[in-house]
Structure formats: C-alpha cells, structure tokens
C-alpha cells in the first residue's frame, strides 16, 4: 500500500508522495487550516487590532453568512463581541500590570504552597482531622487560587482534584 502521509492541520491522510505532498501543502484548504490553527494562539490584543481595521462585512451583517467565513477581508464580529473583546483586553492589560506591580488578586502561588505544606505536616502529626471546624478550615486552605485554574484545555494530569479527593477503590487487584 505504501507510506501514508498524515496533515495534522487538515486532519488527513493521503498517499505520500512528492507530487501529492507539493498538491496538499499548497492548496487552499490546508493553507485556511494551518491559518486557523495558529489564529487559535494569537494574542486577544491583536485580534481586536484586526478587527477594529476590517469593515464590517456587508453579506455577513444582511444574510448572517458568508461565502469567505474566517478568511473573509471584512470582520465578522458583531459590536457587542467586540465590546467584550476590549473589556477581556482591558482585564489582560489590568493583570499583567498588577502582576508587574506585585499585586496579584487573591493568594500567590508561593503563599499557597506555604499553606499546604503547614497543612501537610499538621495532619502527618496528628492524623485526620476529626471535628467539622478542623475539615472545614483544612478545605478552605487547599482551595487552589484561581488564576491557576484560568489556563483553559489542561492535561487531566495537571488539572486539580475533584472536590472531596480521588475515589479509591479498595478491592483492587494488581497484576
């Protein structure tokens, strides 16, 4: 059968060869994917800048669809979405400004490492905490900050227990 070669833009597979390669990597359906994929990580400042520049798109304001969709040279996004694009622009500027500043909202990562390793050796010392006042207060100092939790698509491995920890099972069998 031969060598498949596999476009992770388009999401295809095709016979791999040099003339069906060149046709591929040159056509217009991958060129529009690639874009889209990079699009994907373009900072949200530039996009407004993009937007702000375009017209509005006659057809899309009138038929609510367009024959170019995302490559179309006129913008697509309606005045409300580009309101919220300037205010989501104006909260990243706002944060990377605190952040410069030293005033990040709510605890520090540091601060929040500190807590839990006092809570970790308190509970090594003394076991389980047994009274409702000792769960709630260990609850409230293993709350993750929330900046951490507003990085989007996370790899379960990194993303943070289930409130209530992990269900183990106790019948497990290994081997």
Not at 93 to 104: F, L, N, P, S, V
Not at 112 to 132: C, F, H, M
Request: aromatic share 8%.
């Amino acid at each position: 059968m031969g060598k498949r070669y596999y476009c992770d833009y388009c999401d295809r597979c095709f016979q791999d060869n040099m003339h069906n390669r060149k046709k591929h990597l040159n056509g217009v359906q991958h060129h529009r994917a690639k874009k889209a994929w990079f699009d994907h990580f373009r900072d949200t400042a530039a996009i407004l800048y993009d937007e702000q520049t375009k017209k509005p798109c006659r057809k899309f304001l009138q038929k609510g669809i367009c024959d170019f969709g995302p490559n179309c040279r006129f913008s697509h996004m309606s005045e409300e979405e580009l309101f919220n694009l300037k205010r989501q622009v104006e909260g990243e500027r706002q944060h990377r400004e605190d952040a410069e500043d030293g005033i990040i909202p709510g605890r520090s990562v540091e601060e929040w490492i500190v807590r839990r390793e006092k809570k970790r050796s308190a509970l090594g010392s003394k076991g389980d905490p047994q009274n409702k006042e000792d769960s709630e207060e260990g609850q409230a100092e293993s709350e993750i900050p929330p900046h951490l939790l507003s990085v989007p698509d996370l790899p379960p491995s990194l993303r943070p227990p289930p409130p209530g920890g992990w269900r183990v099972q106790t019948n497990s069998e290994w081997g």
